[in-house]
């Protein structure tokens, strides 16, 4: 066996708290997973199914409301959040098996699995588009480059991974201005790794990145070394969180004030103060900037923070959708993807109406769709839908943890 740097050794406190990990879950991270699993359901559904999804952004100013501002706003805890928590239970896991070498192949291995997953199931689930015109690099992908990444820095100190997340977290608006005047070649190189860019490989055929993996391996590294904080006590774990979401939204609020970096995009005075307020929190996600990173992992503190004191029905609930969250986000895509066919045929087109191929969702081409009172009833039915589902599937895991491929899903 190799043995690891000092900061992953295992000492007799480690080793009783990964045997108390074991037996029981750590519910703060189900719960807060969960939670956002749940959210993320709402920004898809909204994304296939509403009226304007297709000509509208919900972020534009210009043109969207409050509610609809919102309703997108919300849902951009998800995928940092996620990131975040797959690097920190990329730790736990570190911890349990006590094996650089063993947990490399885990982490290439379970990388690899998800970059395939990625542009096979989770596309035709994104698309239902049997051709595979469009590939889309998004969050499952950049965490499976992310885990491959982090596979290769695991003989570093936790304090090392965490500096590398934070200068990557800070420093990569730099290149905001920085890339259009690179060298071409250079820029060639950077730009996918560090921005939103799609590719015309064929005239049917794109690849489109829209999770550049270097800004979100950032997220995840950090999360990664925020994993040592589950080895403290649970009250001082929970004072943590709630000091570190306040600095954390106040930093937010002092740097988007300013006005001058942090994010491409920066706000300003509008109509009323609503709008002001939304133009104030309107951050940039692709890629995520510092000010949008800033105050999504902000919130999570604040997620967890309140599931380490609350253990009542809800919070076991929603953690079920946390046991299990690549289950839940594979099968959810096909939930919402089959009720929008239903929708479409019920609104009155047939099959050759509907479009299929990229950024198309086999929406026609003629005004349809559900209002968005349609879009949070659809969400409910949804979620509720997939809880028997994640439950059955979470007692499956484990009650076979001899079957290693469960790992993986």
């Given at each position: 066996?190799?043995?690891l740097?000092?900061?992953?050794?295992?000492?007799?406190?480690k080793?009783?708290?990964?045997?108390?990990f074991?037996?029981?879950?750590?519910?703060?991270?189900?719960?807060?997973?969960?939670?956002?699993?749940?959210?993320?359901?709402?920004?898809?559904?909204?994304?296939?199914?509403?009226?304007?999804s297709?000509?509208?952004?919900?972020?534009?100013l210009?043109t969207?409301?409050?509610i609809l501002?919102?309703t997108?706003?919300i849902?951009h805890?998800c995928?940092?959040?996620?990131?975040?928590?797959?690097?920190?239970?990329?730790?736990?896991?570190?911890?349990k098996?006590?094996?650089?070498?063993?947990?490399r192949?885990f982490?290439?291995?379970?990388?690899?699995?998800?970059i395939?997953l990625?542009?096979?199931?989770v596309?035709?689930?994104?698309?239902?588009?049997?051709k595979?015109?469009?590939?889309?690099?998004?969050?499952?992908?950049?965490?499976?480059?992310s885990?491959?990444i982090?596979?290769?820095?695991?003989?570093c100190?936790?304090?090392?991974?965490?500096?590398?997340?934070l200068?990557?977290?800070?420093?990569?608006n730099?290149?905001?201005?920085?890339?259009p005047s690179?060298n071409?070649v250079?820029?060639?190189?950077?730009?996918p790794l560090?921005?939103?860019?799609?590719?015309?490989?064929?005239?049917?055929?794109?690849?489109?990145?829209?999770?550049?993996v270097?800004?979100?391996?950032?997220?995840?590294?950090l999360?990664?070394?925020?994993?040592?904080?589950?080895?403290?006590?649970?009250?001082?774990?929970?004072?943590?969180?709630i000091?570190?979401?306040?600095?954390?939204?106040?930093?937010?609020?002092?740097?988007?004030?300013?006005?001058?970096?942090?994010?491409?995009?920066?706000?300003?005075s509008?109509?009323?103060g609503?709008?002001?307020?939304?133009?104030?929190?309107?951050?940039?996600?692709?890629?995520?900037?510092?000010?949008?990173?800033a105050?999504?992992?902000g919130c999570?503190?604040?997620?967890?923070?309140?599931?380490e004191s609350?253990?009542?029905?809800f919070?076991?609930i929603?953690?079920?959708?946390?046991?299990?969250?690549?289950?839940?986000?594979l099968?959810?895509?096909?939930?919402?993807?089959?009720?929008l066919?239903?929708?479409?045929?019920?609104?009155?087109f047939?099959?050759?109406?509907?479009?299929?191929?990229a950024?198309?969702?086999?929406?026609?081409?003629?005004?349809?769709?559900?209002?968005?009172?349609?879009?949070?009833?659809?969400?409910i039915?949804v979620?509720?839908?997939m809880y028997?589902?994640?439950k059955?599937?979470?007692?499956y895991?484990?009650?076979?943890?001899?079957?290693?491929?469960?790992h993986?899903?």
């Amino acid at each position: 066996m190799l043995s690891l740097p000092e900061p992953f050794q295992i000492t007799s406190f480690k080793r009783k708290f990964i045997k108390n990990f074991l037996l029981k879950r750590i519910t703060s991270i189900d719960f807060a997973r969960g939670l956002v699993m749940i959210i993320m359901a709402l920004d898809h559904i909204r994304d296939l199914m509403h009226v304007h999804s297709i000509t509208q952004n919900p972020l534009d100013l210009s043109t969207t409301t409050p509610i609809l501002f919102f309703t997108r706003w919300i849902t951009h805890l998800c995928a940092p959040v996620f990131v975040f928590l797959s690097g920190t239970s990329a730790y736990l896991s570190f911890q349990k098996r006590n094996n650089v070498k063993e947990m490399r192949s885990f982490l290439v291995t379970r990388g690899l699995w998800l970059i395939i997953l990625e542009f096979t199931i989770v596309s035709f689930g994104i698309w239902f588009d049997i051709k595979f015109r469009i590939l889309f690099f998004q969050v499952i992908a950049a965490i499976g480059f992310s885990f491959i990444i982090l596979s290769f820095l695991l003989r570093c100190s936790v304090k090392t991974i965490a500096i590398v997340g934070l200068v990557i977290i800070f420093g990569h608006n730099l290149l905001d201005s920085v890339l259009p005047s690179t060298n071409p070649v250079l820029r060639a190189i950077l730009t996918p790794l560090f921005s939103l860019v799609g590719y015309n490989i064929t005239p049917n055929f794109i690849f489109f990145i829209g999770y550049p993996v270097i800004p979100w391996c950032g997220i995840m590294l950090l999360g990664f070394a925020c994993g040592k904080l589950f080895g403290m006590q649970q009250q001082k774990r929970k004072s943590f969180f709630i000091k570190t979401g306040i600095i954390t939204l106040l930093f937010f609020i002092a740097l988007r004030y300013a006005n001058f970096y942090g994010d491409p995009a920066e706000w300003s005075s509008q109509k009323n103060g609503v709008y002001t307020f939304l133009s104030f929190i309107n951050v940039t996600k692709y890629p995520p900037s510092l000010l949008f990173t800033a105050v999504t992992l902000g919130c999570m503190m604040f997620m967890l923070a309140f599931a380490e004191s609350v253990n009542n029905r809800f919070t076991k609930i929603v953690s079920i959708y946390g046991k299990v969250p690549l289950f839940y986000y594979l099968i959810h895509w096909y939930v919402v993807h089959v009720i929008l066919l239903i929708i479409m045929f019920a609104q009155g087109f047939n099959w050759s109406e509907l479009q299929f191929g990229a950024f198309n969702f086999g929406r026609p081409k003629a005004a349809s769709g559900l209002p968005l009172w349609g879009v949070y009833l659809v969400w409910i039915c949804v979620v509720i839908f997939m809880y028997p589902l994640c439950k059955q599937y979470s007692r499956y895991k484990l009650s076979h943890p001899e079957k290693k491929w469960l790992h993986y899903l």
